[in-house]
C-alpha cells in the first residue's frame, strides 16, 4: 500500500457542486500539503500545515479549504468548483526539522465541467 | 522570494543519447536544498535526489548524473545513454530554511522539463 493515499484518484464533478479530496499517510510525518498542478506550471502550493492544530495557505487557496482531521488525515474541498479548478491535485508530506523532501500521493484528477 | 526556471519545456531525443536538464535557481539565503522529482505518464512524482547547499560535489547514480554549481546558481541532471522509460516531465525544486517559521519548509517548484525519448 502506498505511505500516502489519496481519494478518489478521479472525479468528474458539476460547477457549483462541492467537493472533497482526502488524504491519508502512514509515514507519521507531522507535515502535509496541498499542491495543483496544471500543464506548464509545475506545483504550485494551496494549504500547508505543520500538525493537527496549524493551517496555512499557500500561493493559491482562494476557492479552497482544508481541514486537517488528525496527524495521518489532510483533506481539501472546493466549496463551490469552477472549470478553471480542473487540476491534478497531489497531497504531500514531509517531516517536521528535516531536509524538507516531500513525498506524495499518486495524484487526484478533478475535472469540473 | 524564491524562485526556481526550467526554460526548457519540452526535449526530444533519441534513445542512447545523453540529454541534460537544466535548472537555475534564485534565493537570497546561503543554506537551502535543491531536489529533482521525475513524474512519469501515470503521473506520480518520484523523489530522484536532494542536495544542500554546503555540498557542491556532484553526484551520480547509475545513468542520473547532477552538476550543482553554485557560482552560477545551477543545479542541471544528466541523463546518460537515454531510454525510452526515462519519458517523464522531470521538476526541479528549492527548499531555503531562512524567513518566518513555515514558509521555510515549502518547496517551490520549476515548471518542469518534459522529455521524450523515442527508437
Known amino acids: 500500500d502506498a505511505d500516502v493515499t489519496q481519494t478518489p484518484r478521479n472525479r468528474i464533478t458539476k460547477t457549483g457542486k462541492r467537493i472533497m479530496l482526502e488524504c491519508s499517510q502512514t509515514k507519521g510525518h507531522d507535515r502535509m500539503y496541498w499542491y495543483r498542478q496544471d500543464p506548464g506550471l509545475g506545483l504550485q502550493l494551496i494549504y500547508y500545515?505543520?500538525?493537527?492544530?496549524?493551517?496555512n495557505k499557500g500561493e493559491i487557496s482562494d476557492g479552497y479549504s482544508v481541514s486537517r482531521q488528525a496527524q495521518a488525515k489532510f483533506s481539501l474541498s472546493l466549496e463551490s468548483a469552477i472549470p478553471n479548478q480542473t487540476a491534478l491535485y497531489f497531497c504531500a508530506t514531509s517531516e517536521a526539522g528535516g531536509t524538507g523532501e516531500l513525498f506524495f500521493g499518486e495524484g487526484s484528477r478533478l475535472t469540473v465541467l | 522570494a524564491q524562485k526556481v526556471t526550467q526554460a526548457q519545456t519540452e526535449i526530444s531525443v533519441v534513445e542512447k543519447e545523453d540529454v541534460t536538464l537544466d535548472c537555475v535557481y534564485e534565493?537570497?539565503?546561503?543554506?537551502?536544498?535543491l531536489f529533482w522529482y521525475k513524474q512519469p505518464p501515470s503521473g506520480e512524482l518520484v523523489f530522484l535526489i536532494r542536495?544542500?547547499?554546503?555540498?557542491?560535489q556532484n553526484e551520480i547514480s547509475g545513468r542520473y548524473s547532477w552538476n550543482f554549481q553554485k557560482s552560477t546558481s545551477s543545479f542541471n541532471f544528466t541523463i546518460t545513454a537515454s531510454q525510452v522509460v526515462d519519458s517523464a516531465v522531470y521538476f526541479c525544486?528549492?527548499?531555503?530554511?531562512?524567513?518566518?517559521?513555515?514558509?521555510?519548509?515549502?518547496?517551490?517548484f520549476g515548471t518542469g522539463t518534459r522529455l521524450q525519448v523515442t527508437l
Open positions: 542536495r544542500n547547499s554546503f555540498d557542491e
Open positions: 525544486a528549492l527548499r531555503t530554511m531562512g524567513g518566518t517559521t513555515g514558509t521555510a519548509s515549502k518547496l517551490t
Open positions: 534565493t537570497r539565503d546561503t543554506t537551502y536544498y
Open positions: 500545515s505543520f500538525d493537527v492544530k496549524d493551517i
